[in-house]
């Protein structure tokens, strides 16, 4: 009956220790942002709050406008794509105030379809989007709006952001 004294227990032994994840690199909470830009005050706020959450977890913004293809085109597709340029030129040089990498894309086809497709694509962490405000023949006629479509479809967090958030 004797008893061995030398048991030594590895889970306990501070050799056998590995590194824990504490002293790993943190991960941000987002990585990629995806911002819809539009020309409306919803839109620019839009932006500017992706830019501003991007600023702070140290993640990139990928900024898209999308040409809806789907009611018109030629003259209003013209007209939309220097829109969209100008407002993806906005959101980039934003951006680089706040020190934040822009990428811009376009689009086109069918507004939320297009937005999903591209998150889903880019595995954006976050979807900012401005909110919709319709009134008149157009809420009657576009019963749901880009940002119900986003929140239902996307697989990300959805940020809806008012013209005075």
Do not use: C
């Not at 894309?105 to 962490?125: I, K, P, Q």
């Amino acid at each position: 009956m004797s008893a061995n004294s030398d048991t030594s227990d590895s889970t306990n032994d501070p050799s056998t220790v590995t590194q824990s994840s504490a002293t790993a690199a943190p991960r941000s909470l987002f990585e990629r942002v995806l911002v819809v830009t539009a020309d409306t005050d919803a839109g620019r706020a839009a932006v500017d709050a992706g830019v501003e959450i991007a600023a702070a977890h140290g993640a990139s913004v990928d900024a898209l406008y999308v040409v809806d293809t789907t009611e018109h085109w030629d003259m209003a597709v013209e007209r939309s794509e220097r829109e969209g340029e100008t407002l993806v030129e906005d959101a980039e040089s934003r951006g680089a105030v706040a020190g934040v990498d822009v990428d811009k894309w376009f689009r086109y086809g069918t507004a939320h379809e297009e937005v999903l497709g591209f998150a889903a694509a880019h595995d954006a962490d976050l979807i900012v989007v401005g909110s919709a405000r319709r009134t008149g023949l157009n809420r009657l006629v576009h019963p749901e709006t880009l940002p119900v479509r986003v929140q239902r479809g996307a697989s990300a967090p959805v940020m809806v952001v008012g013209a005075d958030d």
